[in-house]
């Protein structure tokens, strides 16, 4: 039997680590510090710094990452139960050098960029000295990428971009974006469109506004609406083939929307032991919170909900270990996404119900927990559209029942059963 829910006892003594190095030393961070991505705050990189090296020293930096790229190669369960812990503190990911997007963007350079390219852009950002976006959604079509319209030309020995991009996260921040462009008009979308690397100081990028989630002051956002005018890079500056978008695309969102999974739960732990903190130190007149019924089916739906959830992420981590192909992954890493904003969502809501108006106030972080699940319904695609990949792959394992009754139609099976035996039925009545 190689099932095992169990952790490595080394590795456990990692996760203890890191547990007690989140909570005492970067979650203080969390209320003082500005954005994660801003490499030109020169006191928080004082901080961050020495914290990063102790990573380092642990041998926990980049763990998303295999050896030949300065990770740890731990492989993706393991990175599911340290995420669990990193996705509890908004600079935990950034002090342990696997903060999204940069991961995302540094999996597909690492894949598909050249020895230049890598040498450039990639060691820079694994080192944690640069921030990167990675543009591809346009302001009138977002979820379905074959309305793109920016298009790349080539003109001379240079590529040149025209289009707009919305909500390219951390685009104010980022030293190049990574963005997805029409190169072929003549041929389906799938085959038609190519990722750039767009070094942010090129003429002609041009950040429109800088948008902000939920109750973020306006202009003060961190996720950019861009314009690209006649910008020109390098011919070597595609990523990959011509053509080869789509490929890429697949390979960066695979690894991406698993890990927001990993960091889900760690956020829906939070919510939940806020709850059930709540539940035990908030007095009626009839006891505790916790003691009433009602507060105990909210904790109970909520613990179960998170098991579910996590089981669910911690499997899903094993298959892409195991098959090392986000394809064959597919329908895995689509029901993660499908099912952690609603999770999130769930018991971010429960929690903050039980605070009263304090846990609607801007005192307590539920109001963030829940506009952050509704970001995660949106980004790296809708719920609705993860559903229906679940739905195809599964449909995949079946097929059609010939004739007019299902498979399980009693009559028609009894009357089966009753002609496979009826040699023996019949000795046996005539026996009685
Ligand atoms: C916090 C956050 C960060 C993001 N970061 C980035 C980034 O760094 N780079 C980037 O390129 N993009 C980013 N995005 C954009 C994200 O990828 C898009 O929001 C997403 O693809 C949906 O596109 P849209 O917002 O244009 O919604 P629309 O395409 O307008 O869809 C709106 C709604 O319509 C419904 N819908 C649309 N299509 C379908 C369908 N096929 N089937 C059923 N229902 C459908 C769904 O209910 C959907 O929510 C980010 C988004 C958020 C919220």
Not at 404 to 432: G, M
Request: glycine share 10%.
């Amino acid at each position: 039997m190689a099932w095992d829910f169990e952790t490595e006892p080394e590795f456990q003594e990692k996760l203890d680590w890191v547990e007690t190095f989140v909570r005492e030393e970067i979650e203080p961070l969390d209320l003082v510090l500005g954005n994660p991505y801003d490499k030109s705050d020169t006191k928080a990189l004082d901080i961050v710094r020495p914290l990063q090296q102790q990573v380092r020293e642990r041998g926990l930096w980049a763990a998303h990452l295999g050896p030949e790229l300065g990770g740890q190669g731990y492989g993706q369960l393991k990175l599911a139960l340290l995420n669990e812990i990193l996705g509890q503190s908004r600079w935990a990911p950034t002090v342990f050098g696997c903060q999204a997007p940069d991961t995302g963007n540094a999996e597909i350079l690492a894949h598909f960029g050249t020895v230049e390219q890598k040498a450039r852009y990639l060691e820079p950002l694994l080192n944690g000295e640069i921030s990167s976006a990675y543009s591809m959604t346009e302001p009138h079509g977002g979820a379905d990428p074959t309305l793109f319209k920016t298009r790349a030309e080539l003109d001379g020995g240079e590529w040149v971009i025209n289009g707009e991009k919305w909500f390219s996260s951390n685009a104010r921040y980022a030293s190049f974006l990574i963005v997805m462009a029409v190169t072929n008009n003549e041929v389906s979308a799938y085959q038609g469109m190519s990722m750039f690397i767009v070094p942010a100081d090129t003429p002609g990028v041009n950040i429109v506004r800088n948008v902000g989630i939920g109750t973020e002051p306006e202009g003060e956002g961190s996720h950019g609406y861009i314009r690209y005018e006649n910008v020109r890079v390098p011919r070597d500056h595609l990523l990959g083939e011509e053509g080869g978008a789509f490929a890429i695309a697949q390979t960066r969102l695979g690894g991406g929307r698993i890990h927001h999974g990993m960091r889900t739960v760690g956020q829906c732990r939070r919510a939940f032991d806020m709850m059930c903190e709540r539940a035990l130190s908030r007095q009626t007149r009839d006891g505790p919170l916790a003691s009433l019924e009602i507060v105990q089916e909210q904790i109970a739906d909520s613990w179960i909900e998170l098991e579910q959830f996590r089981l669910l992420v911690l499997r899903t981590a094993w298959l892409i270990d195991r098959y090392q192909d986000y394809r064959r992954v597919r329908k895995d890493i689509a029901a993660v996404k499908a099912t952690m904003p609603r999770v999130l969502s769930n018991i971010a809501q429960r929690a903050l119900h039980l605070h009263g108006a304090l846990g609607v106030s801007n005192e307590m972080p539920f109001v963030g927990m829940l506009i952050g699940a509704e970001s995660l319904a949106l980004a790296d695609g809708p719920t609705e559209v993860h559903k229906v990949t679940v739905a195809r792959q599964v449909l995949r394992e079946y097929k059609p029942v010939d004739g007019l009754w299902p498979s399980a139609h009693l009559p028609t099976r009894r009357a089966e059963a009753r002609a496979r035996f009826a040699e023996l039925l019949e000795h046996e009545v005539a026996n009685s």
